[in-house]
Protein backbone atom coordinates (compact mmCIF):
# COMPACT_ATOMS: atom_id res chain seq x y z
CA UNK A 1 0.00 0.00 0.00
CA UNK A 2 2.45 2.26 1.07
CA UNK A 3 4.75 1.43 -2.58
CA UNK A 4 1.75 2.26 -4.41
CA UNK A 5 0.98 5.67 -2.43
CA UNK A 6 4.75 6.94 -3.04
CA UNK A 7 4.63 5.71 -7.03
CA UNK A 8 1.67 7.50 -7.54
CA UNK A 9 2.04 10.62 -5.47
CA UNK A 10 3.04 12.53 -8.16
CA UNK A 11 -0.02 11.90 -10.24
CA UNK A 12 -2.59 12.83 -7.27
CA UNK A 13 -1.12 15.78 -6.38
CA UNK A 14 -1.02 16.81 -9.99
CA UNK A 15 -4.94 15.81 -10.22
CA UNK A 16 -5.19 17.93 -7.21
CA UNK A 17 -3.79 20.88 -8.57
CA UNK A 18 -5.80 20.36 -11.78
CA UNK A 19 -9.21 20.06 -9.84
CA UNK A 20 -8.10 23.61 -7.86
CA UNK A 21 -7.18 24.70 -11.10
CA UNK A 22 -10.91 23.94 -12.87
CA UNK A 23 -12.65 25.49 -9.04
CA UNK A 24 -11.24 28.71 -9.69
CA UNK A 25 -12.16 28.59 -13.54
CA UNK A 26 -15.79 27.75 -13.15
CA UNK A 27 -16.08 31.07 -10.64
CA UNK A 28 -14.38 33.41 -12.14
CA UNK A 29 -17.53 35.49 -13.65
CA UNK A 30 -17.81 36.95 -17.24
CA UNK A 31 -19.33 40.82 -17.24
CA UNK A 32 -22.90 40.97 -18.74
CA UNK A 33 -21.98 43.96 -21.71
CA UNK A 34 -18.58 41.96 -22.31
CA UNK A 35 -17.61 41.65 -26.05
CA UNK A 36 -16.72 38.14 -27.01
CA UNK A 37 -15.97 39.66 -30.96
CA UNK A 38 -13.55 42.32 -29.77
CA UNK A 39 -11.51 39.51 -28.29
CA UNK A 40 -7.86 38.52 -30.10
CA UNK A 41 -6.91 35.18 -30.55
CA UNK A 42 -10.96 33.30 -31.03
CA UNK A 43 -12.15 32.06 -33.96
CA UNK A 44 -14.85 33.56 -35.35
CA UNK A 45 -17.36 30.67 -34.92
CA UNK A 46 -16.39 30.84 -31.45
CA UNK A 47 -16.79 34.23 -30.66
CA UNK A 48 -20.38 34.07 -32.91
CA UNK A 49 -20.99 31.04 -29.90
CA UNK A 50 -20.25 32.74 -26.97
CA UNK A 51 -22.04 36.00 -28.51
CA UNK A 52 -25.19 33.71 -28.78
CA UNK A 53 -24.84 31.80 -25.38
CA UNK A 54 -23.66 34.52 -23.44
CA UNK A 55 -22.33 32.47 -20.64
CA UNK A 56 -21.65 33.91 -17.58
CA UNK A 57 -18.41 32.28 -16.00
CA UNK A 58 -15.59 31.02 -17.39
CA UNK A 59 -16.93 27.44 -16.16
CA UNK A 60 -20.28 27.73 -18.31
CA UNK A 61 -17.60 29.22 -21.35
CA UNK A 62 -15.64 26.17 -21.22
CA UNK A 63 -18.26 23.60 -21.63
CA UNK A 64 -19.85 25.88 -25.31
CA UNK A 65 -18.83 23.70 -27.95
CA UNK A 66 -15.85 24.32 -30.06
CA UNK A 67 -14.46 25.98 -27.29
CA UNK A 68 -10.59 24.72 -26.56
CA UNK A 69 -8.29 24.85 -23.54
CA UNK A 70 -6.20 27.33 -25.66
CA UNK A 71 -9.55 29.01 -26.96
CA UNK A 72 -9.97 29.37 -23.14
CA UNK A 73 -6.86 30.94 -21.89
CA UNK A 74 -7.54 33.42 -24.68
CA UNK A 75 -10.58 34.59 -22.75
CA UNK A 76 -9.49 34.35 -19.27
CA UNK A 77 -6.52 36.57 -19.92
CA UNK A 78 -8.89 38.93 -21.74
CA UNK A 79 -11.02 39.11 -18.50
CA UNK A 80 -7.94 39.19 -16.38
CA UNK A 81 -6.10 42.05 -17.89
CA UNK A 82 -9.22 43.92 -19.59
CA UNK A 83 -7.62 43.55 -22.91
CA UNK A 84 -9.69 43.10 -25.69
CA UNK A 85 -9.27 43.61 -29.62
CA UNK A 86 -5.92 43.75 -31.38
CA UNK A 87 -3.12 43.24 -28.81
Known sequence: QV??????EGYIEKQRREIEKFKNIESVKIPQDFDFTAVYGLSNELKEKL?????????????????TPAALSV???????GRKGAA
Open 51 to 67: SSVRPISLGQASRVEGM
Open 3 to 8: EIEIKY
Open 75 to 81: LMVSLKT
